[in-house]
């Protein structure tokens, strides 16, 4: 288990933690592709067991883990509870809605469209929820966000982009967007928070929630491939999901969010690389571009981003001599929880 302390861990291998986690991350949607070719098994139902799986491997790793003294500003019961039950939602909703957009779109489409939708539904959300100003540059990132899911939808021709399966992306996007809003507004006042404990729960309350919808579905699936999808089911549990999120709260730890956000741009373009060397999935032209106005407006909100910091502080620090502004105080940047 990667060592999550700042101090500990060099930038370098914090980069390479992301890297990996955001290339992991996008072999999840091309597993759960090829369990829907060789079974009947459902998204919710493939939900729920990567829930299991993964809370059995995070509670392994929380045993092992070496015990911290409790931090001097520990985040308040109520706050936790309501951070862990509200990631806990929106990460069902998140990684469901995916899974069944992989399945009705595609994996190329569906993860280039809940990974390029969801920060810019995070920069409108923290505008109409805390008044964060968007900027040009998040205006400029959400136009091009929603100009790249109209080149999708309606240049992408019916037999490669399905207009459900695009939806369902989106609402995967929003539960994504959800979890991180949460931790910002409840962030806001300082206090310290545990990534990888808050993360285990999440998957806890995804299991017991995700269980009822499951048994109807299928829990377990009809397949002449019983082996291959055990199988695929170990790896959606251990890879994409238990190794790949400690990998990425270690990194996210040190890099600044705005490149964890470039970084994490290599989900969507492993993704679609592997949906076409791989499954056979089909790039047409109009599905190339929405998808590179998608990662553009991502790349726009990265940039954004790290401009910010630096704006603020030459506002926050007064030329030499000079008397600061009354009230005026450096705001400190905010890192983004997935």
Excluded: K
Aim: aromatic share 6%; glycine share 12%; net charge positive.
């Amino acid at each position: 288990m990667p060592n999550s302390s700042p101090s500990a861990l060099p930038v370098g291998r914090s980069l390479l933690y992301l890297i990996v986690a955001g290339i992991a991350w996008g072999t999840a949607g091309a597993a759960a592709s090829l369990i829907f070719r060789v079974s009947d098994m459902g998204p919710l139902a493939l939900s729920f067991w990567r829930c299991v799986g993964g809370l059995a491997l995070l509670l392994g790793a929380l045993a092992l883990r070496p015990r911290r003294a409790a931090p001097a500003a520990a985040e308040p019961r109520g706050r936790r509870t309501a951070r862990i039950l509200g990631t806990g939602i929106g990460l069902t909703v998140f990684q469901s809605a995916y899974f069944a957009a992989v399945q009705h779109t595609g994996l190329a489409v569906g993860t280039v469209v809940a990974l390029g939708a969801g920060p810019v539904l995070i920069a409108v959300g923290a505008r109409l929820t805390m008044g964060e100003r968007l900027g040009r540059g998040g205006l400029l990132a959400a136009t091009g966000a929603l100009t790249g899911l109209a080149v999708l939808v309606l240049g992408g021709g019916a037999a490669e982009v399905r207009p459900l399966g695009v939806v369902l992306a989106v609402v995967s996007a929003a539960g994504y967007a959800a979890i991180t809003l949460i931790t910002r507004w409840l962030g806001r006042d300082g206090g310290a928070t545990d990534a990888l404990g808050t993360t285990t729960w999440a998957f806890a309350i995804g299991a017991v929630g995700l269980l009822p919808f499951a048994v109807a579905e299928g829990l377990v699936p009809h397949t002449g491939s019983p082996v291959r999808v055990v199988l695929l089911l170990v790896y959606v549990a251990a890879v994409p999901t238990a190794l790949a999120f400690a990998l990425y709260f270690a990194g996210a730890a040190v890099v600044r969010a705005a490149t964890v956000s470039v970084i994490m741009l290599l989900e969507p373009v492993s993704a679609a690389l592997i949906a076409v060397s791989l499954l056979g999935e089909r790039l047409t032209a109009a599905i190339v571009l929405g998808t590179l106005l998608l990662l553009a407006a991502v790349t726009c909100l990265a940039f954004a981003e790290a401009r910010t910091p630096a704006v603020r502080r030459r506002v926050a620090e007064p030329a030499e001599g000079a008397e600061p502004a009354s009230g005026e105080e450096p705001a400190e940047g905010e890192a983004v929880a997935v």
